[in-house]
């Protein structure tokens, strides 16, 4: 599988669509929030039949990024917060 191969989709105001191969996951974010903070911890698990497939730290990492870079970058978001390992990334306006 091609991990270049992504798609994401934002399905509803409160939670988003993340697709790699025939895995795919929902994420719990509430799009009305004023600001949107992304993490790790939003990533729980893959759909079924995948859910028992383990997603390491690093995966979960780059699948945030890919997020983050969607939400800012492709639809133009103004209020996400990106927090890794301590650090914190934003686009939010002020």
């Not at 497939?53 to 492709?74: A, G, S």
Request: aromatic residues 10%; hydrophobic residues 35%.
């Amino acid at each position: 599988m091609n991990d270049n191969c992504y798609e994401i989709k934002i399905a509803h105001f409160y939670c988003l669509e993340y697709s790699e191969g025939e895995r795919s996951m929902v994420l719990d974010i509430d799009f009305r929030d004023s600001i949107i903070y992304l993490n790790t911890a939003l990533i729980v698990q893959w759909n079924c039949p995948h859910e028992k497939d383990i997603i390491v730290k690093e995966k979960k990492e780059e699948i945030i990024r890919r997020i983050f870079d969607h939400l800012v970058r492709k639809r133009g978001f103004n209020n996400v917060v990106l927090e890794m390992g301590g650090s914190c990334v934003s686009k939010c306006s002020t």
